[in-house]
């Protein structure tokens, strides 16, 4: 059973888009994943054109690789090195923690990623 960054079972992160390194929806992760998939964010505008100004193109669809292309509120998993440049950058993206991966926290604190949390813990 995947875990989430709270120790908790990993949850879905979006089917439409249908998100994830093995496209099921989850933030789940292998060794295989050498881009580390595992952060569930929600797009907004900001993230996205920051993305294209680095490079990675996510705002437009690739039919032929079953990528639909992000528009603001869409949710995706994220590389986390790429979420922490933004978060660098500042133009991170909020994020789910629930169906963000534990293996998030090899490249990302805790307090930032609870900072950005669309569903932080209370207290």
Known sequence: MALNVLGEELVACSMN??????????????????????????????????????????????????????KPGDRWCLCAPRWVQALDGNAAPQIVLAATHERTLDHARLEDLIAFAIDAPEG
Do not use: K, W
């Not at 249908?18 to 929600?42: K, L, M, N, Q």
């Open 17 to 70: 888009p249908r998100t994830g390194f093995f496209r099921d929806g989850c933030c789940d992760t292998s060794d295989e994943d050498h881009g580390v998939h595992t952060v569930c964010a929600v797009m907004t505008e900001e993230f996205l054109d920051y993305s294209l100004m680095q490079g990675n193109d996510l705002i437009t669809a690739m039919p032929e690789f079953g990528f639909p292309g992000l």
